[in-house]
């Protein structure tokens, strides 16, 4: 979901919530040498030899997640002899600022987004990770220079280079329907976007409705068609015009992005495809809408959204089964391959140490995936791993999706400035959802982009 809605309250340094412990031997999840795990790269780790090395680390993780991280982090504890302590905290990413500038930074911090990390390389408190590792992700991550360039930034004198390796990725661009309607009904996967349209028509022949949109949010009305619009923009145009768009080199109302957004209307603006009219789309709920699909008859036949919808599904809907997910397709006539929208966090060296190097190293390999994927919540592009080690068919089949992209963009309102990306481009989405024309709403949000600069 957007960061914005992760219910991040920051005040200061009183308000901050820490949780901190270290991960060790006793912590190991997965024995060595049971099961399907690579575990030689684990015996290769043993090769680090940091008896005693303290290795700082410092996330937004806490609870739940917190205990995930750590598990992870013990193996490299356990094979180096390394004394590590992660930290957590909600306020993450006023902290980590704050510490780097008192010169009190952890070896390792893990950002949410990049775009802190950006700022923060700009002004020299990030470790670039050097040629070797710039290499390795091209060549070992799927889609690995989408991967390259996410983590690059440029240093304080204007020199770009790879400061953050991405660990944990989130996966957007996915549609959801209950495969028994589909069933029902005669229905085929699209492979395409032209053959995700000609089904949308086909439904809406057989007297049935296609979608289900809602951007209702409170607050964040109008962000899950900034989704749409992200997902749209890489499907009909090639990646540096995506990236030339989040960072404003082109204008908001650039005819591409108005083609964009028409696209998303496309969908949402025609009463016959969407569940109540286009009328309600703005109105609707995002964590209401899907339960359409769900009603006896069913409502509409599919939703897009990201991977975490399910946690809005009807109590006892197990994924795989009552609900499942397909790839958002790209148009064969565009031949732009097959472009994936997400987010992810993203280890960088905050303070360089033989350990934090060392950490930045296993990372690399696929124990320390392996064993994340094993548990919960974690999707990975690295291309070397058991997949079949993925706790659930669901995230497996994610987790394809992933191995099969092409090209990966990080949500780009994220990106963009808060007054932007959480403001005018959502009340922009709501405006256009009522029928205001793209280009005027486009207009608006550069001028409100224009009135930041």
């Known amino acids: 979901m957007k960061a914005i809605l992760k219910s991040v309250v920051a005040t200061g340094v009183a308000a901050a919530l820490f949780a901190a412990s270290s991960a060790g031997a006793a912590d190991l999840k997965f024995a060595p040498g049971e099961g399907d795990f690579s575990w030689e ?18 996330g937004p993780w806490l609870g739940p997640d917190q205990v995930l991280v750590e598990n992870v982090l013990a193996y490299f504890a356990e094979a180096t002899g390394a004394d590590v302590k992660y930290t957590g905290s909600d306020s993450f990413e006023q902290q980590i600022m704050i510490d780097a500038e008192a010169g009190s930074a952890p070896n390792i911090a893990v950002f949410p987004q990049p775009g802190l990390a950006a700022d923060m390389a700009k002004r020299g408190f990030l470790t670039p990770l050097g040629d070797d590792t710039t290499n390795w992700v091209k060549d070992n991550y799927a889609a690995g220079q989408s991967w390259v360039d996410l983590g690059s930034f440029e240093d304080a004198s204007g020199a770009e280079s790879l400061f953050g390796f991405f660990f944990k990725v989130d996966l957007k661009s996915l549609v959801w329907y ?28 057989e007297g049935e409705t296609p979608w289900c949109i809602g951007l209702g949010s409170g607050g964040a009305t109008g962000w899950p068609a900034t989704d749409w619009v ?40 025609n009463d016959d495809y969407v569940a109540g009219g286009a009328g309600v789309v703005a109105s609707t709920d995002f964590r209401d809408s899907p339960k359409g699909l769900f009603s006896s008859p069913p409502q509409c036949y599919m939703h897009r959204q990201a991977s975490f919808i399910p946690a809005f599904f009807p109590e006892g809907t197990v994924v795989g089964e009552d609900a499942d997910f397909f790839y958002f397709p790209a148009y064969a006539e565009k031949d732009l391959g097959a472009p994936v929208l997400g987010a992810g966090t993203m280890f960088a ?5 033989k350990g934090a190097e060392a950490l930045m190293e296993f990372l690399k390999s696929p124990i320390a995936h392996e064993v994340w994927m094993a548990q919960e919540g974690f999707l990975t592009p690295l291309k070397g791993v058991n997949t079949d080690l993925y706790s659930s068919d669901a995230l497996r089949g ?33 405006d256009y959802a009522g029928g205001k024309d793209g280009a005027e709403v486009a207009k608006a949000i550069q001028d409100s982009w224009d009135a930041l600069k």
């Open 349 to 353: 060296i905050t303070k360089q140490s």
């Open 41 to 58: 790269s684990y015996e290769a780790l043993k090769e680090m030899k940091l008896d005693g090395e303290q290795v700082t680390v410092f």
């Open 398 to 430: 994610m987790g394809d999706i992933l191995l099969n992209a092409t090209t990966f963009r990080f949500d780009g309102s994220d990106l963009m400035p808060g007054g932007v990306g959480a403001g005018s481009f959502w009340t922009g989405m709501v």
């Open 230 to 269: 992200e997902d749209l923009m890489l499907r009909t145009q090639t990646p540096d015009v995506y990236d030339q768009w989040v960072s404003n080199e082109i204008s908001f109302d650039d005819e591409r992005v108005v083609g964009a957004i028409e696209e998303f209307g496309y969908f949402a603006r």
């Open 178 to 205: 209950v495969p028994e309607n589909f069933e029902d009904a005669g229905y085929e996967i699209p492979q395409t976007m032209e053959e995700l349209k000609t089904l949308t028509d086909t439904i809406v022949a």
